[in-house]
């Protein structure tokens, strides 16, 4: 009986290590996806860590945002994996509500600018992620979000 004991006690303390590394093993893919995307061509890096690319330049002398500023965005998010958790069209924003790395990339875009942003955990959710895993918008612990967006107004 105390074997018994002894071998579920032993389960129960391994089991939340087990999750642990399943998230480091993501959080390693993630860095490495995310080193290898820097070297693709158009791939601009901020010192942040923040990568983006430009699918379409906005007009020079249009408004840049910033954390003051409200924003009109269409954007869709994924993880690397393609999974998308979010989508929105017309969706108005304020910039100084946002995660690190989507408020960063908005600040190098004008209107009407397509710009796609590769935001690194810690400028994202970080270690904690968000959401409830198997709900839509689950983001996981570590995950690199990718982020289409097209910003059409800044007031």
Known sequence: MKRIIYIVCLVALLLPSCKTDTWLDWQTENTAWL????MREGIHVTPSGLQYEVLREGIPTQLHPD???TVVVNYSGSLI???VFDSATNKSLQVNTLIKGFAEGL???TP????RFYIPSDLGYGKDGTGSEGVMGYIPPFSTLVFDVELL???
């Open 67 to 69: 954390d003051l500023k």
């Open 153 to 155: 107004e800044v007031y």
């Open 35 to 38: 080193k290898q995307n820097a």
């Open 112 to 115: 009407p600018a397509h710009y």
């Open 81 to 83: 994996t393609g999974n």
């Open 107 to 109: 600040k190098q875009m």
